[in-house]
């Protein structure tokens, strides 16, 4: 492996998981860092999807055990929902990476991915496998085992029950144990071999509990002979925490599904299966394996010099072990072994810059530029300690800065002013993963040494140089952002590098309802002083537009305006649309999407400018909507976009007075999952009905509801679906009216459906409700519960497990057909 390429992965991995905040480590939290400096082991836990990992077990393992625990999430469950907003999945991906990576400055672990696509629910490995593309996410796999070269492996899941749970889930239990075989073999995946060294892990586990048993009283009875028992619960009295204390918090940062958790204390056992490997000889899952100071040559005179600095530690003057963390530095810098050398030269730079309370921060007064632009910067250095520490030189790129030298006096905060200009090449700062267009089940990532990474490296990174005690140290730091926010108080950002516009439609898809001409509403924000240019879009042929072009002039940035575009479609019924911004000296053609939640921060997602253009043959009914806000959705935009009147109300907002101005009542996706408000309201809504309107059901999961009565009738709910989005529909009442008015469904309005048909089915059902579908993935019985249809009084009671929520923002157009007609029923 080149050394430029593995020093840049570990510098990386072990700055990734702090996000801008800067680490401030209290004395408890250095003597942790050094005892876990002093550990020389390393564990990967697999599984499929953020969220999946056991929290309690990386907890114990990086603060019990002290190993560096890095979790291999093999998708950004970007097939997920989305209980805070309406992103869904590449955006969903972005943010649910943010949440792991939130979860492990918690736990104390880190974080790695594949490339593969969460691309919905999966019911067999063998799907799963084949859509991902079985071979490319192996040799990611076999990759993340090199590159993190465990002494163990713990699968979250069991790689022989094919089809006993979501088939991402087993999938990632199959890859584990095929590669637990293959990433010590010299003559596989040998592209790799420039990069990273075959390595064969010691053994590998399967984190079993009595759910994957079915029961307690099964898992009680199971032959338990290569099980170990780890009583996990700890109690940290340096942290004040049991140790599933704190792998609820850890758990708690995935709010885009809503998986708060409270901590437990007390005794709590965890069971892991002994599946690959060397046998065991007691309760240790790190027994035989040495993981001192003496597991690397010549390491031994280095644990003599950490493991009495551990001893030594002073919680009240901290500093007073900087000679021998000095010293033993600089032995660790000449270990032969790159991986280790890499990987305890940058914890042992932490400990040492914690130890001295020294602060190095370069910050920008401005959160983006563009490429070619001068920045101007401020960089801030304290020494809080009576050590000696002296600045030498700054350099960026390996190029020095203008910083003078300077000595580093106790407390004393020196700040320096300057200048650099940024690569007029340099790349626009946005996930790596996402600047090519993807396949179904994998994401185009042509940089080896990318793959697996959380999140793009920073951008611009400076390189302090000091002098303590005349011994060179070094840190690198990245220009960040901050400001103060009246409420939050100092808040971070990541410094971005962004183009000179953005370009972005209003909407993603614009439905025309019957050749209507339609306005399209192009926005563009300015990211550099005075934008002025050209504004035309790229349509296809016969779409007549008025006007052809706009001009535009913005004169400062972050400033932005709205040009209106008249579109007319021709006979052509769909077609992609984007637009183009000409300057005097290049071409715009980029969005620039910011996603920003309180616990995640902000994040640009930085993408080709397009939007779907759908010319609908569509009559609508005269219907005035209530829209009851559920799980994140866009089914209330995307009807007012078709014509529909919709007004939306928060649950707690909804009144009896307020629906008698409205003719259909549409609760959002799993409303009944997250609020407890429609729990108490359910007798008026139902009133609601029979005095004549229409309630439409959008699907909830089985479990968590807050009420059993969704339905006024007897109706239970189950965990049906159907996740192959071409599968055969049927229809069972062709006649029935939501069939037939206003529109005419027939099966070609289920072509070109995207992810899935549907999910959470009823299975059982009152004689009163009619079911108009029938469908099944392959081999399997037909499921006839995506749309139930019920008269209640002189109303209607309609639920529908179809994924409306997906098909509608990708433009589908049956999709539209036959939410119409539900909506229209009489």
């Known amino acids: 492996m080149t050394k430029t390429l593995l020093c840049s992965i570990f510098l990386f991995l072990n700055a990734v998981c702090y996000s801008q905040t800067p680490q401030k480590l209290a004395s408890s939290e250095i003597y942790q860092q050094i005892k876990s400096l002093n550990f020389l082991g390393n564990v990967l836990y697999i599984a499929a999807h953020p969220d999946d990992e056991n929290t309690s077990l990386i907890t114990y393992f990086s603060k019990k055990r002290y190993a560096k625990t890095t979790y291999l999430s093999l998708t950004r469950g970007d097939g997920g929902q989305n209980l805070m907003g309406s992103e869904l999945s590449e955006k969903l991906g972005m943010i649910r990476t943010q949440e792991l990576l939130k979860a492990r400055t918690i736990d104390g672990g880190q974080q790695w991915f594949s490339r593969a696509i969460d691309f919905g629910y999966s019911k067999t490995p063998e799907e799963t496998l084949n859509i991902w593309d079985k071979e490319k996410i192996l040799s990611d796999v076999v990759w993340a085992i090199r590159t993190h070269r465990p002494d163990i492996i713990i699968n979250r899941f069991n790689h022989r029950t094919s089809g006993g749970t979501h088939g991402h889930h087993t999938s990632s239990a199959i890859l584990s144990t095929e590669a637990f075989d293959l990433a010590g073999q010299s003559n596989k995946y040998t592209s790799q071999l420039g990069l990273v060294e075959p390595w064969s892990p010691k053994r590998a586990f399967f984190n079993t509990s009595w759910w994957f048993y079915g029961s307690q009283e099964a898992f009680d009875k199971a032959d ?159 020494n809080r300690s009576p050590i000696d520490i002296q600045l030498k030189y700054v350099s960026l790129g390996g190029k020095p800065i203008n910083v003078k030298q300077t000595v580093l006096e106790n407390n004393n905060d020196v700040r320096f002013s300057t200048v650099f200009n940024l690569s007029s090449e340099e790349n626009y700062t946005t996930p790596y993963w996402l600047k090519e267009k993807a396949k179904l089940g994998i994401y185009k990532v042509e940089n080896r040494a990318l793959i697996g990474l959380p999140e793009s490296p920073k951008p611009i990174q400076f390189t302090f140089n000091f002098e303590i005690e005349g011994k060179s140290f070094t840190l690198k730091k990245p220009l960040i ?148 806000s559920g799980a994140g959705s866009s089914v209330a935009s995307n009807l007012k976009d078709l014509g529909f009147y919709v007004k939306e109300f928060l649950p707690t907002d909804l009144t009896q007075e307020k629906l008698k101005d409205f003719d259909v009542v549409i609760m959002g996706i799993r409303a009944y999952n997250i609020h407890e408000s429609l729990a108490y309201k359910q007798s008026f809504i139902f009133e609601f009905v029979q005095n004549g309107g229409t309630i439409i059901v959008q699907y909830n999961t089985n479990r968590g509801l807050k009420t059993d009565e969704i339905a006024p009738f007897p109706m239970q709910m189950s965990r049906d679906r159907v996740t192959e989005e071409t599968a055969e529909v049927r229809f069972l009442n062709p006649k029935h009216r939501v069939l037939n008015i206003p529109n005419k469904i027939d099966k070609s309005d289920f072509e070109g459906w995207v992810q899935e048909r549907g999910l959470y089915f009823p299975d059982q059902w009152s004689e009163k409700l009619t079911p108009i579908l029938s469908m099944n993935d392959k081999d399997e ?46």
């Open 481 to 628: 952002y901050k400001y103060n926010d009246p409420v939050k108080g100092e808040v971070y950002q990541n410094f971005e590098i962004l183009p000179e516009a953005s370009l972005g439609f209003d909407k993603s898809v614009y439905v025309f309802k019957n050749s209507e001409t339609k306005i399209i509403q192009v926005n563009v924000k300015a990211f550099k002083e005075s934008v002025v240019g050209q504004l035309k879009l790229n349509l296809p042929n016969k779409w007549k537009i008025s006007p052809n072009s706009h001009e535009v002039s913005l004169n400062t940035k972050g400033e932005s305006k709205s040009f209106n575009f008249e579109i007319t479609p021709s006979s052509i019924s769909e077609a992609m649309i984007s637009p183009e911004l000409k300057l005097s000296k290049t071409t715009l053609n980029k969005s620039v999407t910011t996603i920003e939640y309180d616990h995640i921060g902000a994040h640009n997602l930085i993408e080709d400018a397009s939007a779907k253009l759908v010319n609908l043959d569509i009559k609508l009914s005269q219907k005035r909507i209530a829209y009851i």
């Open 781 to 826: 019985t037909p499921k006839e519960g995506s749309i139930l249809v019920g008269k209640y009084g002189k109303g209607h009671y309609i639920y529908t497990g179809l994924s409306f929520f997906r098909e509608l923002p990708a433009g589908v157009p049956g999709a539209y057909k036959l939410l119409s007609n539900l909506i229209s029923i009489e």
């Open 224 to 382: 338990k002979t290569n099980f170990i028992e780890l009583e996990i619960n700890a109690f940290y009295p340096l942290e004040g925490l049991s140790n599933n204390e704190i792998s609820a918090l850890s758990r708690s940062q995935h709010k885009s599904q809503g998986f708060g958790n409270t901590g437990s204390r007390g005794e709590k056992t965890e069971y892991i299966e002994l599946i690959k490997g060397e046998k065991l000889a007691g309760n240790d899952p790190f027994h035989g394996i040495d993981t001192s100071w003496s597991r690397i040559p010549k390491g031994k005179a280095i644990g003599d010099i950490l493991y009495k600095v551990e001893e030594d530690f002073d919680f009240k003057q901290p500093w007073k072990v900087i000679p021998q963390l000095l010293e033993a530095e600089q032995l660790i810098h000449s270990i032969e072994d790159e991986f280790w050398r890499s990987q305890k030269s940058k914890h042992i730079q932490s400990v040492i810059q914690a130890c001295l309370g020294l602060f190095v921060e370069v910050q920008s007064g401005i959160a983006y530029a563009n490429p070619g632009d001068a920045i101007e910067i401020e960089m801030e250095l304290i």
